[in-house]
């Protein structure tokens, strides 16, 4: 019985202990990385993510994680104000930051964090000074270069001429994390260039998936003419032998997309084959990947493992050759969906499978609640720290999703949707096409359009007035246009206003 309270005291006191550490919070952005591009999951034959494996065992993989816009500025936007782009405004790569924008940094700040922001900021405009809700400063113009980068650190321009990104940007951060007092929290965005194209992985990864079997997609040959290049075989679903589609109603913008900038036919203007593109993706990511790991290290071996929420996920999704596209904008499955793992022994049991739907808006409410703060009135994301705490709280079961025509790649339209648990509606909106609705369940590619479909006339009816009820309900009724300053980047009307 001694024994016993003996016990019962020591795990008490470990509890106490640990719940006096200060509560840090790592956030840690990849950039264009696809939600099933990790080892665990299976999807990309040979691609080896230890550390990502271990952090999903060690920790939460957020299963149904998506964003509410599937693009650098407005996604990053949405994270740091819990904001969807409507509201937030920063709606394209170009949309100017409205002053009165107030991000989640800030408030910690407020309560006594030191805060640290290291990597790709891409919001607003290109610029790379310091933004408001951060105590130390890191970043670089624009989408910034893989090697020998010119970063400005709080305010001054600092050229490495050797080093590869995603090293240096992690270099700094652990430096940074080393100085602080470990008395106080402290709150680290890290923001990778990685997996942005074009792809160039460090030298020491280059060349390791040279032979890397492809999987090429089901759907990648539906939307293919008598002058496409066939990168792969497997044109038919290999489980079934045959791809159920419905090709008259896939959009035409998708079938028109095939030869552009982000279809497999002239992906990037034809400066890269697909074989390589592929590859050579899979081997950027690996520098990520030890990214992960390092920080992690360095957090165990300096015992702040236990109290430090750490997040991974991507701004957006990727296609590779789904229907023909790459690149992301859509809201195809692999380009809404996103990575997201979560660790924080405190709070967080090993190999935790959330499955609930969670989006981009939800991360800054769940940062704060973390660290003891309220949502605050604007953000219109909820905390799921409850859901990682194994608790049962009600939740949402659908995410909404919006993207806005640009004018550099007007291939895309804008488009409105919501997915559920079993159906995706699409609303593309501006273009004489046709609308989508998916039974994900039956027809997990989307490629089966069932929008004509007399039984599923009911459902689609009340998932396009859902659609329109979030706009509604959320000020959204209105397609925010911005000043256009570049000349067009389209390869039909390139070089002109």
């Known amino acids: 019985m001694r024994f016993l309270s003996i016990i019962l005291l020591s795990i008490l006191s470990q509890t106490a202990f640990a719940q006096q550490k200060p509560k840090n919070v790592i956030f840690i952005?990849?950039?264009?990385?696809?939600?099933?591009?990790?080892?665990?999951?299976?999807?990309?034959?040979?691609?080896?993510?230890?550390?990502?494996?271990?952090?999903?065992?060690?920790g939460a993989h957020i299963q149904n994680a998506f964003v509410s816009t599937a693009l650098c500025s407005p996604s990053r936007a949405s994270i740091l104000s819990g904001q969807y782009a409507h509201t937030h405004q920063v709606v394209d790569n170009f949309a100017p930051l409205p002053p009165t924008t107030k991000f989640f940094p800030s408030y910690l700040q407020r309560a006594g964090y030191k805060t640290a922001f290291l990597g790709k900021?891409?919001?607003?405009?290109?610029?790379?000074?310091?933004?408001?809700?951060?105590?130390?400063?890191?970043?670089?113009?624009?989408?910034?270069?893989?090697?020998?980068?010119?970063?400005?650190?709080?305010?001054?321009?600092?050229?490495?001429?050797?080093?590869?990104?995603?090293?240096?940007?992690?270099?700094?951060?652990i430096e940074w994390m080393g100085k602080q007092d470990k008395n106080k929290p402290f709150f680290v965005y890290l923001s990778h260039k990685a997996v942005h194209a074009d792809f160039q992985p460090a030298k020491?990864?280059?060349?390791?998936?040279?032979?890397?079997?492809?999987?090429?997609?089901?759907?990648?040959?539906?939307?293919?003419s008598d002058t496409s290049k066939i990168w792969g075989t497997n044109a038919k679903d290999p489980e079934t032998g045959q791809v159920k589609s419905n090709l008259k109603d896939m959009p035409n913008w998708v079938k028109n997309q095939r030869y552009s900038w982000h279809g497999v036919d002239y992906l990037y203007h034809g400066s890269i084959s697909f074989n390589d593109f592929y590859r050579?993706?899979?081997?950027?990511?690996?520098?990520?990947?030890?990214?992960?790991?390092?920080?992690?290290?360095?957090?165990?071996?300096?015992?702040?493992?236990?109290?430090?929420?750490?997040?991974?996920?991507?701004?957006?999704?990727?296609?590779?050759?789904?229907?023909?596209?790459?690149?992301?904008?859509?809201?195809?499955?692999?380009?809404?969906?996103?990575?997201?793992?979560?660790?924080c022994p405190s709070v967080i049991k090993p190999r935790t499978k959330l499955t609930n739907v969670l989006q981009n808006i939800d991360i800054a409410p769940t940062i704060l609640a973390y660290a003891g703060l309220t949502t605050p009135a604007q953000m219109q994301g909820k905390s799921f720290?409850?859901?990682?705490?194994?608790?049962?709280?009600?939740?949402?079961?659908?995410?909404?999703?919006?993207?806005?025509?640009?004018?550099?790649?007007?291939?895309t339209p804008t488009m409105f949707a919501v997915r559920t648990d079993r159906y995706k509606y699409i609303f593309n909106h501006g273009v004489w096409d046709a609308n989508e609705l998916y039974d994900l369940q039956a027809d997990p590619m989307e490629i089966n359009n069932l929008i004509r479909s007399p039984e599923h006339q009911t459902i689609a009816k009340d998932l396009r007035d859902q659609v329109w009820g979030w706009l509604e309900s959320t000020?959204?009724?209105?397609?925010?246009?911005?000043?256009i300053q570049q000349k067009r980047n389209d390869h039909i009307y390139k070089g002109n206003y």
């Open 29 to 58: 952005l990849a950039d264009d990385h696809r939600y099933d591009a990790m080892g665990f999951m299976g999807k990309f034959s040979g691609l080896q993510t230890p550390n990502l494996d271990k952090m999903a065992a060690k």
């Open 121 to 173: 900021w891409h919001m607003g405009n290109g610029d790379d000074a310091p933004q408001p809700g951060f105590d130390y400063w890191l970043s670089f113009k624009g989408q910034g270069v893989y090697y020998s980068p010119t970063f400005n650190i709080n305010g001054k321009q600092v050229t490495h001429k050797d080093g590869y990104t995603t090293d240096l940007l992690t270099d700094y951060a």
């Open 204 to 224: 020491r990864h280059a060349g390791v998936y040279k032979d890397m079997p492809i999987h090429y997609p089901a759907s990648m040959y539906l939307t293919k």
């Open 280 to 343: 050579q993706y899979c081997e950027t990511l690996l520098g990520v990947d030890e990214s992960v790991g390092r920080v992690m290290k360095y957090l165990e071996d300096n015992g702040l493992a236990e109290n430090t929420l750490v997040i991974y996920m991507g701004d957006n999704g990727f296609s590779f050759g789904e229907r023909g596209l790459i690149d992301k904008r859509h809201a195809y499955e692999e380009s809404m969906r996103v990575p997201m793992l979560m660790s």
């Open 385 to 411: 720290l409850p859901l990682l705490k194994g608790e049962k709280i009600p939740w949402k079961d659908r995410a909404f999703y919006e993207y806005y025509w640009e004018y550099d790649f007007p291939q």
């Open 475 to 483: 000020n959204g009724l209105q397609i925010p246009l911005k000043r």
